[in-house]
């Protein structure tokens, strides 16, 4: 049994265990900019603004991801994970630079929740079509969604 629950999660544990080690990464930056900050007080604002930023959303990544996974498909949504993983650091470092080069991460990561968030409605609805109406299209939806997140590495 344990096993089973296992084999149904791992991608989303280890995307999650990635999303974590990310958040040290970005917490270690605010940290040495808090340090440097007699020299340059604009650059600790930035690093620390773009921590909190990437913060707020994290909980909603989390969220979604993990529900899409469930409820749907985890390879999907493990995938979209780690591309939202990359934006995010993508945004960070151009957060870091000047803030106009972090709008296409932000944008780009808007764009991956809101495939989650389809992935998770998509997920519920099916789940409750094989519960009230006896119809399950959940291999036709694994397979759609399969192939709809590869269209998230398009710009």
Same mark, same amino acid.
């Given at each position: #049994?344990?096993?089973?629950?296992? +084999?149904?999660?791992?991608?989303?544990?280890? =995307?999650?265990?990635?999303?974590? %080690?990310?958040?040290? $990464? &970005?917490?270690?930056?605010?940290?040495? +900019?808090?340090?440097? =900050?007699?020299?340059?007080? *604009?650059? $600790?604002?930035?690093?620390?603004?773009?921590?909190?930023?990437? #913060?707020?959303?994290?909980?909603?990544?989390? *969220?979604? #991801?993990?529900?899409?996974?469930?409820?749907?498909?985890? *390879?999907? *949504?493990?995938?979209?994970?780690?591309?939202? %993983?990359?934006?995010?650091?993508?945004? &960070?470092?151009?957060? #870091?630079?000047?803030?106009?080069?972090?709008?296409?991460?932000?944008?780009?990561?808007?764009?991956? %929740?809101? $495939?989650? $968030?389809?992935?998770?409605?998509?997920?519920?609805?099916?789940?409750?079509? =094989?519960?009230?109406?006896?119809?399950?299209?959940? +291999?036709? =939806? +694994?397979?759609?969604?399969?192939?709809?997140?590869?269209? %998230?590495?398009?710009?």
């Amino acid at each position: #049994m344990y096993s089973i629950v296992v +084999e149904n999660i791992y991608m989303l544990v280890i =995307v999650t265990l990635i999303s974590v %080690l990310q958040n040290a $990464f &970005f917490a270690l930056k605010v940290e040495k +900019e808090c340090r440097r =900050v007699n020299t340059n007080p *604009a650059a $600790f604002e930035r690093v620390s603004c773009a921590n909190r930023n990437c #913060m707020d959303s994290y909980p909603t990544f989390l *969220a979604v #991801m993990w529900c899409a996974g469930l409820c749907l498909s985890q *390879a999907p *949504a493990s995938f979209a994970g780690v591309i939202y %993983l990359v934006v995010r650091q993508k945004y &960070f470092v151009g957060y #870091m630079g000047q803030t106009s080069q972090s709008t296409p991460g932000y944008l780009f990561g808007k764009r991956i %929740l809101f $495939f989650l $968030f389809l992935m998770c409605i998509v997920g519920i609805f099916n789940y409750l079509l =094989v519960r009230f109406c006896s119809s399950d299209y959940k +291999e036709y =939806v +694994e397979t759609i969604t399969s192939a709809a997140s590869a269209l %998230l590495l398009l710009p």
